[in-house]
């Protein structure tokens, strides 16, 4: 299927029924408007109630019969709304919203699958996955695609779920009480499984009447995903015309990635939360397919509005409960930059987790897994809401005994993807360690993700717990959640097998409340004043020297004497911050410094929002691309995580 494929990849805004100026009246081509992530977000930005709006505004111009609204995952999760419900209120809303399609992400299944099928029944929309297995038939849980007919014109949805969902979610959920999987997500180490029923789906909606065959896939493009990807599913794949994607909460507004036989296939995405929303058209008369985001939208629909309105107002008693102070901001994200960091650095909100589970449980030491731990806490009055949107998913808190080496494995395991984000990177309470970055990752995983063994160097060192040097025989006792000491998320196989010594002690959300309440006098003071932490985790190896600054400004030293050298030191706008020293052996001469600093790609970036909040203009992005060349093949492809290098003004 060589379609024509035209890229829209202006950020599009639309006011009220400025859209009729940009498409023009019913043509008879074919509109998907597409979600990802929304992850309990219902008014973020436009919010579900613009969604509608844009959705019927979209009709208007397309007909009725033409215009599809599809979502690609993790919509129940992620919110006191949908945890304090177990998703039914997210489903309520979608069915308000009236969804015609819509793709499991890996977070639908966190209420345990009981409660994941209970909330794909009550979804008016039709389910579909490809590679959701149940292993003691064979079968797929549900229908591999769904076709749209469009007059003489027949669209097929292929669903696919990452595979990542056994580490993302809970792999206990897909197994029975043995330990043994039941569910199989067509998982293996190569991706070869998953690609092999991917192409037999595209397959047999094309035999089924498929004129176009459209990707829905909660797959992700970060590097940590291969093999996985939406990327790779491509091309190791023909006959996708477009790969509507999420996982990664990335804004692609339209990338070309060849398929197996040299055929251009569009991927796009349109972050989380309602970043955007995504469209794509297909014009059957010229054969041709154009793709766009919209990141604003001023209309709302009543309904859809009232029915939020309600929900709202029956939850703000509870929610809006004041529970504790405090007197610091707690991070996920750099306050200065607004990028995410828990991921791939200790921080304050980090250091308070797992203390308040270490002081909890009366363990030795608290390992945090940093995907746990979802949301800033400002200074001041803390809410229910607030401490709910920090621990959403409701974890029991839980405590085992182990010997030092599973504890070097966690964190190892945690530790392996550094300097790149993981979930299960570990925020530590009782227990400090270093990560050397000039020694590679040796983790082994099965083809679930779960950890099997380290065949190299460990990249972990200088384990210290209690002050006193980790010992590997030793047994310790550890305390977190029943999410990765008994279900062992995030991979964390190696504590398969521990003593238990507490289990389902009390909910993640309710060990915060208690420790702030109960231990801090119900105010979180100056002990965790510092976004980056106490100094738990330490970085070594790097080229250069880390140092710490707590200035906001850019300080330049320029030192010239009758020697033929010039010394030039620049301490760059980052936390922790970079000293670099250049030594140019020449004679004495003004030195025109050129100026840049780091910054790591947040949800909701592209390079021009990058290049407008930091540079004063979004037409600088052309500099911001060519400075990173080596690790960008598109300036109009950036994921989550990534760190690139950008001038100063």
Known sequence: MNKKIVLQ????????????????????????????????????????????????????????DNVVLVDSGDAVQGGAIGGLTKGQYIIDIMNEVNYDIFLPGNHEFDYEMPRFFELMDMLDAEIIACNLIDLSTGDQIYSPYALTHHGETTVAYIGIITPETFTKSTPAYFQDENGEFIYSLSEDTTGQRLFDIVQQSIDDAIADGADYVIGLGHLGIEETAAPWRSTDVIENTTGFDVLIDGHSHSLVQGEIVKDKDGNDVIVTQAGTKFDAIGLVVINPETDTITTDLIYEYDGRDAKVQAFIDGINEEFDGLLNTVVAQSEVMLSVNDPISGERIIRNNETNLGNLSADAYRTLLDTDIALINAGGIRADVPAG?????????????????????????????????????????????????GLTYDIDVNVPSSVMTDDQGSFVSVDGEYRVKNVMVGGEPLDLNKEYSVGSHNYMLLSYGDGMSMFRGSTLLKDKFMVDNE????????????????????????????????????VEITTES????????????????VVQETAPAVVETV?????????????????TVASGDTLKKIALNLLGSEDRYTEIYELNTGILNSPNLIYVGQVLTVPTK
């Not at 420790?515 to 738990?536: A, D, H, K, P, W």
């Open 511 to 546: 060990v915060l409340i208690h420790y702030i309440t109960n231990n801090l006098g119900g105010v979180v003071g100056e002990e965790y004043s510092n976004t980056y932490g106490q100094g738990r985790i330490g970085i070594i190896g790097l080229d250069e020297e880390v």
């Open 9 to 64: 990849l202006m950020s599009a805004m639309f006011v009220g029924t400025l859209a009729t100026q940009v498409y023009g009246s019913n043509t008879g081509e074919i509109a998907i408007v597409f979600t990802n992530d929304i992850h309990c977000g219902i008014e973020n930005n436009m919010g579900y109630a613009g969604l509608a709006a844009y959705r019927d505004e979209m009709k208007e111009i397309y007909g009725d």
């Open 583 to 599: 030594v140019q052996e020449t004679t004495p001469v003004v030195v025109e410094t050129v100026s840049t600093t780091t910054y």
């Open 554 to 569: 850019v300080v330049e030293t320029v030192v010239q004497d009758t020697t033929p050298a010039v010394v030039e030191t």
């Open 381 to 429: 009055d803390i809410t229910n809401n607030q401490i709910i949107d920090v621990h959403p998913f409701g974890n029991d808190a839980t405590s085992v005994l182990v010997t030092g080496q599973v504890v070097l494995d966690a964190l190892e395991m945690g530790a392996r993807n550094y300097p790149s984000e993981n979930g299960g990177f570990l925020q530590p309470s």
